[in-house]
């Protein structure tokens, strides 16, 4: 009986380590910020970018503000990012950027994440001046998972498994991504986290 039972132990803790491991390895998918380093990412702006527990972060100071962009441009992709701020930041994730050096939301697509935006319906989960969002979610305080896929002009937005927007926008065909640590006229912003940024490239959807 013992060795029947040690037996059934190793083969659960095989059987656990290749589940394990076929989950971490999906393909197509391309690490963009692993936690160790910002090779794949230029900054602008004066953000106070740095490297903490497997995170990148930025925080409130002379009211700072930047952008991590990607060295790399993107037409159809999904995108995943994971992200911590706090209750009053504002940060966002910004696709199909036309201009690396200035990332803004008239020459890119910013998929908002700002709970205490004035205006909530272009809050935390829209995309800013092109989707809304309705019953905001809350992204404060805790670790979050955004999922953005775009493919053509058909744009999906997914956060935390619930989808804030599906919508059809053609202004912006191609750019870089960008990670924002924002800022506004009267206070600071607090604390901006991004950690496991991922890209999986997309076939161009087929034109009409």
Known sequence: MRKLALLVIGLAAALGGCSSMSSSSEPGWVVLFD??????WNAIGNA??????????????????GFLVSKTSYTDFQVR???WVDDDA?????????????VTAKNAYEVNIFDKRPDPTYGTGAIVDVAKVTNMPKAGG??????????????IVVLNGQQTVDVHDSKHASGVI??????????????VKFRKVQIR???????Y
């Open 35 to 40: 936690g160790s380093n910002l090779d794949n």
């Open 142 to 155: 805790k670790w979050n998972v955004y999922e953005i896929t775009a493919k053509g002009d058909h744009m």
């Open 48 to 65: 106070n970018w740095r490297i903490a527990d497997g995170a990148v972060q930025a925080d409130s100071g002379d009211k700072r503000q």
């Open 81 to 83: 990012a994971e992200f």
């Open 90 to 102: 504002n940060s966002g994730v910004f696709i199909r950027c036309d201009n690396p050096g200035e």
């Open 178 to 191: 960008a990670l924002q640590h924002g800022a506004d006229a009267v206070k600071n912003t607090g604390v």
């Open 201 to 207: 490239p997309l076939a161009a959807a087929p034109a």
